[in-house]
């Protein structure tokens, strides 16, 4: 088991940055990749970014892709994302998510952190 851990989201201005964490406690030298999604009120759960644990590749949505910066710190089992110029339309719940070696989806996630950008 994994248990995660999201903080960091709050209300900004559009065009200003915040940075995510989601910190990790448990099975966590079972982890292969750690991700981050993000719900808006009555959309659907999309994809953010992804970073795999071991080599630290990274994936991005098209729609964060310049902005969204995805690192992890192995000593802290911590993911964090660094939102920069932020538009109202990141407004949404950010959940942070495991994939464990073998799985091959996402097993665990986070409670979400709310990030609020305002226009």
């Known amino acids: 088991q994994v248990q995660l851990v999201e903080s960091g989201g709050r209300l900004v201005q559009a065009g200003g940055s915040l940075r995510l964490s989601c910190t990790a406690s448990?099975?966590?030298?079972?982890?292969?990749?750690m991700g981050w999604f993000r719900q808006a009120p009555g959309e659907e759960r999309e994809f953010v970014a992804a970073?795999?644990?071991?080599?630290?590749?990274?994936l991005y949505a098209e729609s964060v892709k310049g902005r969204f910066t995805v690192r992890r710190d192995n000593a802290r089992s911590s993911v964090y994302l660094q939102m920069n110029s932020l538009k109202p339309e990141d407004t949404a719940v950010y959940y942070c998510?495991?994939?464990?070696?073998?799985?091959?989806?996402?097993?665990?996630w986070g409670q979400g952190t709310q990030v609020t950008v305002s226009s």
């Open positions: 998510a495991v994939v464990s070696m073998g799985s091959g989806k996402y097993d665990y």
């Open positions: 970073i795999t644990w071991r080599s630290g590749s990274t």
């Open positions: 448990g099975a966590t030298f079972n982890m292969y990749t």
